[in-house]
Structure formats: structure tokens, C-alpha cells
């Protein structure tokens, strides 16, 4: 009986942690797996790469998986190599230099690609049906190709350039001002550079920030040296010639007139799913590909999405009066891992049942949802974190059960907004308050009831707050890494077999390995430890 064949087209962090996940079956024989991987470096964080470009981070550190030993497991392991096309009836997946693979499963771990605004003076190449069927060859898998001086923060080459402008102490001008873009904003101005960000919303992170949160992180990114131009939509790019006769990027131009002078453009406007296989395939997406509960594509059951470039959707759902499908990929390393490992283990119960079943007979499961997403702000003296909605202002009407409590400290760059619906925590923003946003995610997770006198939660960002009362913080089943859903007791039993640090815990653990967000946490966690003797966390 032949091995269960399964193809894993994109050998990112998604891609690298679905492949790791089957190495049991690769190395009993009941799964032989090929990997196609588009780049030539070894699976690395993305997360970090902002960090990589202002050299906060080395290579070495972001590297996340080995591919040796996939191979050793006895997988194929292809990389520098792009795949061309998916013939869905011959189950076979076409390679640039024209091999042939076959598989009884094909997995799409894809990813994404800076999403290029509309520009007077850059190029946007449509990828439509028709178009690929044209030029396939030319726009599968690739980068939009921008112009000298412009350039997005994907992958290692858009860093290195990142690093050069930095290194020189240039005029940076990030085009967005979402999450990624104020990271990268905030550690380029750390290093040295001159940075402005130029946005066309009210305030920054809008999608994660009510107003006044924003405004008060606005006020906190002029205080680091970063400018914010706000109200502004990006029309065009200027150019001026280099000393050689280049043509680089010289100014962005704004709809209201601003003409914003810089040496590098950093678009930051959010990503677009690399889907182009699977639309030339002839598989449904929008905008990701169209994959049910249990990650199978709703066109052909043979063929699953995880990661960046998988729009979970329950079959039937139907387009949203003069739309599209509802949701979206939704961006974050956790949720695409924690696919790639669900998925793993149901092609891997499945390899076990009998080689080569065919996709009618799938494993009959489907992918428990994600929770809501916690966003945190990664930089140094600015502390964001949000989640839920939060749009609910104090003075609308409770009738629904909603409530609303918000202080603010402007002058000090200092925010916190609650919103509960019968007293539990739905929603939050809190801006320069740490330790309040540290307790306020733990109620958020849990569900937990918020006291009724909610300036009690202000005071863990006191002068005499005592962080050892918190000790909710560190109850054994806390989430402390939320990419990898770690918690507190998995940390502790991770020192208790020998882990003195966070990165001794990341290898042992993978907490702290996706946003590194949670890193001073699990320092925390590793000192109390430490300081109890070894004494796991008590409950209550």
C-alpha cells in the first residue's frame, strides 16, 4: 500500500509548522510529503522581520524551523522553486521548471503580499482569471515590482532595503498607520531615522482604536519623534534621478496637496492573499481561498488553505447583499498555526485509515473557532492593546446591557476604555498602562466579570501597585503566549525540566516564538518560579 501523498505548496511559518506537524506519519511510513517553497531561506518569522530591518533581531533567531529534518523524516523538500499550476483532475501540481507532482491532498499555505495602494506611478498588475491565463507564469508567486525607492516589509530583501535607509539615517515615509506600520515607524525612529507617517484615517490603528484611544496614540508616536500627517489619502509618488540616472522615489503627493519629501517609502497598507493558483485552478475565493470549517476548499475537497491565504467560510454561506462573502483571512501568525496543527492531524488520522482515500472520504471534523484576537502594539515606551469592539461610547443608550467606562491622561500619553455587556469585559483599548492592559486581557480571555468600582483596574499601573497580588496573572491555566496558546502551567513545567530563559522556554515550549509579545511575561513567570523554589502556581 502506497504512502497517503500530500503536497504543501509555501514553506512559510504557516507551511513550516503543517510539515513539522506530520513528521510522526513521514517517519512511519504512512505519509509521504513534498514541500514547494518559493523563497531559498530556511522558514523564518515574519513577525519579526520589522525588528530584523533595524537589526533588533538576527536571522539566526527568526528561524523556525529545520528543514533537514523534514528530510531526514523522509519528506521532499524543494525550495527556490515556484508552483505554476494545479491540475484538480489528474490531482497533479505543475512546477515552474515543469516537473509534475502528484498528491491525494494539496495543501495551499500560500501566504500574502503587501497589499499596493492605488498610486499615480505605481504599477499594480490585476490577477483575474483571465489575466493569469496570460501571464500565469510571470504573476504566480511573485512580488508587485515597485519602483527605486519604494518599497513594502514582507521578506528578507524588503528589510535589507529597510536597513540600508536606516543605517544612513534617511527620511522614512510609511504609508499607514495599522499595527505594522507603526512598529516599524516606532523602531526606524529608534535607531535614528526620520520617520513620518501619512494615514487617511482619523487616527492611527482605526481599526483596533476608538477615538480617543487613537488620539492619545497619536500624540505618543509625535512624542518618540515619529510625525503623523492624519485626514490625508495618498494620490501619487514623485521621482527625481539619481547621480547615475535612476529614477527613485522622492515624494508622496496627497489628494488635500501635501507633498511629503522622503528617501525610502514604506507602504504598510494592510495584505492581499496570494490566491493566484488557486483562481487559475479554478477554485473558489475571495478574499482568500474559499476554504469550509474543516479547511477544505468549497470547490474541490482534495484541496485545503491554511494560513494568510485561507477565507474560512461554512459551505452555503451566502454574499452579503451587494457583497461578497463574510470575512477574511485574518492575518495573525496564532490562528494560521494553530490551522496548520488542526489540519495536521486530521490528513495524518487519515493517512492512517488507508492510503489514498479520496476527498469525499475526508475526516467528517471541522476547526473549533478562534477566539477574538488580542492586538498589541510591539515598541519600545509605547504600549498599546485592544480588543473586541469598542466603538460604544459612555453617554449611548444601555438599554442593551452595554456599559461603557473610560479615563483618560492625555498630557501623559495615558488611556483606558472598558466595555461590558452585564458587567463582563467584551471590548478594551488601554494605551501607556501596561500593567491595567496585562489584567485587562486576562478578563478579556476569561470572561470574567469586571469590579464594580472600575478604577480599581487603574490602579496596577500605580506607584504602590504590588505586582505579586495579581495572582490571577499567574494561575495555572492563564494564556500568557496567545500565538502558540501557552499557558502559565506549560512554562512552569517547562523550568521545572531545566528552562532558565525565555528563548530556553520558546524551543521547549514555542511560547514567545510568533509576535514575541509575550516575552516579558514569560520572564515574569520564570522569575516567580525561581523565587517560589519550583513551586508550581496554586489555583485561586
Known amino acids: ?217 497619536g500624540r505618543a508616536l509625535r512624542r518618540t519623534g515619529v510625525s503623523v500627517i492624519a485626514h490625508s489619502r495618498a494620490e501619487a509618488i514623485a521621482f527625481r534621478d539619481d547621480a547615475d540616472g535612476r529614477r527613485r522615489f522622492d515624494m508622496l503627493v496627497t489628494a488635500d496637496g501635501k507633498q511629503i519629501r522622503g528617501d525610502l517609502l514604506l507602504l504598510s497598507c494592510g495584505v492581499t492573499a496570494r490566491s493566484e493558483l488557486a483562481t487559475l485552478a479554478g477554485l473558489r475565493t475571495a478574499g482568500g481561498i474559499v476554504v469550509d470549517e474543516g479547511l477544505a476548499s468549497w470547490t474541490d475537497p482534495a484541496v485545503h488553505a491554511i494560513g494568510d491565504c485561507a477565507h474560512v467560510v461554512p459551505r452555503g454561506t451566502e454574499p452579503a447583499a451587494g457583497g461578497g462573502l463574510p470575512g477574511a483571512p485574518s ?9 496548520a496543527e488542526w489540519l495536521a492531524a486530521q490528513l495524518s488520522e487519515e493517512a492512517g485509515a488507508g492510503a489514498g482515500a479520496s476527498g469525499a472520504d475526508a475526516v467528517d471534523a471541522v476547526m473549533p473557532p478562534e477566539r477574538e484576537p488580542v492586538v498589541m502594539l510591539k515598541a519600545e515606551h509605547v504600549d498599546v492593546v485592544a480588543a473586541g469592539r469598542v466603538d460604544a461610547e459612555p453617554w449611548d443608550d444601555p438599554a442593551d446591557g452595554t456599559a461603557v467606562a ?39 480571555e476569561r470572561g470574567d466579570e469586571l469590579p464594580a468600582d472600575r478604577s480599581l483596574l487603574l490602579r496596577f499601573d500605580g506607584p504602590d501597585h504590588d505586582p505579586a497580588a495579581a495572582a490571577d496573572a499567574f494561575a495555572p491555566a492563564t494564556t500568557v503566549c496567545w500565538c502558540n496558546a501557552v499557558t502559565v502551567e506549560r512554562i512552569e513545567a517547562s523550568a521545572a525540566c531545566g528552562a532558565a530563559s525565555v528563548a530556553d522556554v520558546g524551543r521547549d515550549t514555542r511560547a514567545g516564538t510568533g509576535c514575541g509579545g509575550c516575552k516579558g511575561r514569560i520572564a515574569e513567570v520564570l522569575a516567580r518560579f525561581a523565587e517560589t523554589g519550583g513551586a508550581p502556581s496554586q489555583v485561586g
Not at 331 to 339: D, F, K, T, V
Open 1 to 217: 500500500m502506497r504512502p497517503f501523498r500530500i503536497v504543501l505548496v509555501g514553506y512559510g511559518p504557516v507551511g513550516a509548522r503543517f510539515a513539522e506537524e506530520l513528521l510522526p506519519g513521514l517517519r512511519n511510513g504512512r505519509i509521504a510529503l513534498t514541500v514547494v517553497g518559493a523563497e531559498t531561506a530556511d522558514p523564518y518569522n515574519r513577525v519579526l522581520v520589522a525588528e530584523h530591518a533595524v537589526g533588533a533581531v538576527g536571522l539566526d533567531s527568526m528561524l523556525i524551523a529545520d528543514p533537514d529534518a523534514l528530510r531526514d523524516a523522509g519528506a521532499r523538500v524543494l525550495t527556490g522553486v515556484a508552483a505554476r499550476r494545479v491540475d484538480r483532475a489528474a490531482r497533479t501540481v505543475e512546477l515552474a521548471d515543469g516537473e509534475r507532482i502528484g498528491y491525494d491532498r494539496l495543501v495551499l499555505a500560500t501566504g500574502a503580499r503587501a497589499n499596493i495602494p492605488t498610486l499615480d506611478g505605481v504599477d499594480r498588475p490585476r490577477r483575474d482569471a483571465g489575466t493569469l491565463e496570460r501571464f500565469g507564469d510571470r504573476l504566480i508567486g511573485a512580488d508587485d515590482p515597485l519602483p527605486a525607492g519604494v518599497t513594502a516589509l514582507r521578506d528578507l530583501e524588503d528589510a535589507a532595503r529597510v536597513r540600508e535607509a536606516v543605517t544612513a539615517g534617511a527620511r522614512i515615509v510609511v504609508l499607514g498607520a495599522g499595527v505594522l506600520g507603526l512598529e516599524i515607524a516606532l523602531a526606524a525612529a529608534h535607531a535614528g531615522a526620520q520617520v513620518c507617517v501619512v494615514h487617511h484615517g482619523p487616527h492611527p490603528m482605526p481599526r483596533n482604536l476608538d477615538r480617543g484611544g487613537g488620539t492619545v496614540l
Open 331 to 339: 492575518g495573525l501568525i496564532g490562528p494560521g498555526w494553530r490551522q
Open 406 to 444: 473610560q479615563w483618560a491622561d492625555p498630557e501623559h500619553h495615558r488611556y483606558v476604555k472598558m466595555v461590558t455587556a452585564e458587567g463582563r469585559l467584551t471590548g478594551f483599548v488601554s494605551v501607556g498602562m501596561p500593567r491595567t492592559a496585562a489584567e485587562l486581557t486576562l478578563l478579556f
